[in-house]
C-alpha cells in the first residue's frame, strides 16, 4: 500500500526542548464531503485544535458523465480555500490532503487537482481504495477493544464503501486479513435509483445490488457464522453511521461527543433505516441530525448497511465519528516520531 506523502514547512524539524510541538493537519476529500482537522500530538495520540467539514457532493453527476462537474468543483474549492485560511492561520507545519473515489473515477480529476493547488496552495494525493480502508482502519482502532480478537470495518462513503476484516494484536494494534472495496456509495446508488423509499420498491433493490457484491466477499472468509462466537467487533464510521446513531438518540442537534463511540442495538439501527425509508424526503429533513442536505442521501447509507446485516447480523454496531482524517494523522505523527527517533545517537 502507498506510504503517507506530508508536506514539511521549517517548523517539521525537531522541537527546541520546552517548544510547542508543530501543528499538523489531515483533509479527506470525499465524493460527498470535505473534512478537515488540526490537531497537535498528544503522547501516542494527539488533541484536537480545530475541524471543519462541509457537505460539497464533488461527485453529483459523476456516474453518468464520468467527469466532475464545474458546479461540484466550484463548491468543493470554496471548501478547500477555507480549510487553507484554517491551516495558515493554525500555522500547520506537517500536512496531507487526500482525495477518494471521485478523484479516483473522474476523466477529468488530474486538472481538478491542479485547479486546487492553483487556487488553494493545497496538494490532493489521490489516493488507492487499499489506501483509504487502511487509512480508515487506523482513524478507527482506539475503539476496537478486547474481548474482541477480530473486527469488520465499514466506512459507507459517497461513491464507494470500504469494508475491513482486522485481526486485534497487543497494545492497540491491528492487522488487516482482507478488505474490499465496493463500488457503491450514497451519492451514486442515489442518482441511480433516487432518494430511496420501500413504497416504490427502490431501497430494496438498492439493498440487493449491494448485497450481490458483497457475496464474494462471504462466501471467502465466512464471517457470519464466526460473528456468532462473540469474538468479532463490527464497527462502522461513516456519515450514515453517525447520522443514525444521533436519530436513534434523539439529539436535539448532532454532538459528536455523545456519538463517537457509541453502541447501538444493530437490530435496532436497521428498523430505524427502515422507518427512514418509508418517509419522504421533506419528512426526512425535519430531523435535526439530517436536514435538508442529507435528507436524499440518507437512506442510500441505510440500504448499503442493511446489505452489510444480511450477511453480518451482529447483535452490537459500534459508532465511530472518526475515520480517513484521523488515520492520516496518526501516520503523519508516527512518521514523524520515527524520524525523531533516528536522529537521536
Known amino acids: 500500500m502507498d ?11 525537531a522541537a527546541a526542548p520546552g517548544a510547542p510541538a508543530p501543528v499538523f493537519a489531515a483533509i479527506d476529500l470525499g465524493t460527498n464531503n470535505c473534512r478537515l482537522l488540526i490537531a497537535r500530538p498528544l503522547r501516542e495520540n494527539f488533541r484536537v485544535i480545530e475541524a471543519f467539514s462541509r457537505i460539497v457532493r464533488l461527485g453529483e453527476g459523476l456516474s453518468a458523465s464520468g467527469r466532475l ?11 478547500l480555500k477555507i480549510c487553507s485560511e484554517k491551516m495558515a492561520r493554525r500555522n500547520v507545519a506537517i500536512a496531507r490532503a487526500v482525495a477518494t473515489e471521485a478523484c479516483r473515477r473522474a476523466a477529468n480529476g488530474a486538472e ?3 485547479e486546487v493547488k492553483s487556487a488553494t496552495g493545497i ?8 489506501e483509504e480502508a487502511r487509512l480508515a482502519l487506523a482513524g478507527c482502532a482506539p475503539l476496537l477493544e478486547p474481548p474482541h480478537r477480530q473486527a469488520i470495518v465499514f466506512d459507507i462513503g459517497g461513491g464507494s464503501t470500504e469494508i475491513l476484516w482486522a485481526r486485534l494484536l497487543s497494545g492497540g494494534r491491528t492487522e488487516v486479513i482482507d478488505w474490499i472495496s465496493l463500488p457503491f456509495g450514497v451519492v451514486n446508488l442515489t442518482e441511480r435509483f433516487g432518494p430511496g423509499d420501500s413504497h416504490s420498491g427502490s431501497y430494496g433493490q438498492m439493498i440487493d445490488m449491494v448485497a450481490e457484491a458483497l457475496q464474494p466477499f ?33 439529539l436535539p442537534r448532532y454532538e459528536r461527543r455523545h456519538v463517537d463511540g457509541c453502541w447501538l442495538e444493530f437490530p435496532t439501527v ?7 425509508a418509508s418517509l419522504s424526503v421533506p419528512d426526512r429533513a425535519l430531523h435535526p441530525c439530517i436536514g435538508e442536505e442529507r435528507a436524499d442521501l ?22 465511530a465519528d472518526r475515520g480517513v482524517r484521523e488515520g492520516v494523522l ?6 514523524r516520531r520515527r524520524q525523531q527517533h533516528g536522529r537521536r545517537p
Open 298 to 319: 440518507v437512506v442510500a447509507g441505510c440500504a448499503i448497511l442493511e446489505a452489510l446485516y444480511r450477511f453480518w447480523p451482529a447483535t452490537r454496531l459500534r459508532v
Open 123 to 130: 496538494d490532493l494525493d489521490i489516493i488507492s481504495t487499499a
Open 3 to 13: 506510504s503517507p506523502v506530508a508536506r514539511q514547512g521549517p517548523a517539521g524539524a
Open 69 to 79: 462537474s464545474e458546479a461540484a468543483m466550484a463548491r468543493t474549492i470554496e471548501a
Open 330 to 335: 496518526v501516520e503523519l505523527m508516527r512518521q
Open 270 to 276: 436497521i428498523e430505524q433505516s427502515r422507518r427512514l
Open 218 to 250: 462471504e462466501t471467502k472468509h465466512e464471517l457470519g457464522p464466526q460473528l456468532k462466537t462473540g469474538f468479532i467487533q463490527v464497527l462502522g464510521t461513516s456519515g450514515t453511521v453517525t447520522t443514525l446513531a444521533g436519530v436513534h438518540l434523539n
Open 112 to 114: 481538478f487537482l491542479h
